[in-house]
């Protein structure tokens, strides 16, 4: 048994256009989901040979055309800490055109988390609409933005968020078998991921048996298991010494100028700032500086 919370567990290992309602079929099929009462789930793996279930796996080609991918109108997000509102953003205006690589910097509390969440369909705005590939995404129900979110998006974060009993090749094939897609089929695609980030000669390790920086690669690979559009990174390199995190920078360099992802890297680190194309500063939930 492990635990994860449930937010970071919808970041990560189900963010694959699965809906509650999904999500509890597939604890029939799969695993035992439990909610417990601090509000973290517990999930126990069936055995492999219960699962049967086999359904075609779309993969979305990579949008054409050079139009933006995001759009951020005036948003706003408030929460409400018993009586006092909290501004996370107030009022953000953002184009990100497609391809792009921007990096997104500001103090600790400027909003830079809440941002990321708005734009990986994990949250919704207050005031102010959020376009994706030019759909507003901003009145959505969960469902919807579910599958939005695995069809599009692919997320990191600072803690890896790995599953530490499953080993870095389970860890990535993952996303693949929420897809449904068949496990010979998931196995062959997430080696072939983790071949492509340097990890080909690790992939039967546990992550408590790899390096910080080897596991930011299996969660880097995990998170283009769904081939998407966009990469959204939450301080990648802020658990990772230097060199790792030169490392898993230039990764998403390649991945940027070689796979053409949109990449938005949230970091408050200028010297990792400036290898993006574009900086993007916030402060007190407010754009203070585009580059
Ligand atoms: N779930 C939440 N509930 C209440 N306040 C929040 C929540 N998430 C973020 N905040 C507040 O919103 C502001 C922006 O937070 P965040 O987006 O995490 O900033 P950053 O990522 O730049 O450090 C902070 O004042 C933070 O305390
Ligand atoms: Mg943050």
Known sequence: MWRISPLSLKRTIFPIGWSNQRLLRYRKRRMVIGLKENGSLTVKRRKLAE????RIFTMEGQAKGNSHIIHLDKVWKTYLMGE?????????????????????????????STMMNLVGCLDLPTQGAIFLDHKDISRLDESDLAQIRGRK????FQQFHLIPTLTALENVMLPLEFQDIELSEARKM??????????GDRMHHLPGQLSGGQQQRVAIARSLANNPEVILADEPTGNLDSVSGANVL???ETLWKKEHKTIIMVTHDSSLAKHARRVVQLKDGRIVEEG
């Open 153 to 156: 998006i692919g997320f990191i």
């Open 190 to 199: 997430a080696s072939s991921i983790l071949e492509k980030v340097g990890l």
């Open 250 to 252: 230039g990764l998403l």
């Open 51 to 54: 699962y049967k279930e086999k």
């Open 84 to 112: 006092v509102k909290v501004h996370a953003l107030r009022g953000v205006s953002l184009t990100i055109s497609r391809g792009d690589f921007v990096a997104i910097t500001g103090s600790s509390g400027s909003g830079k």
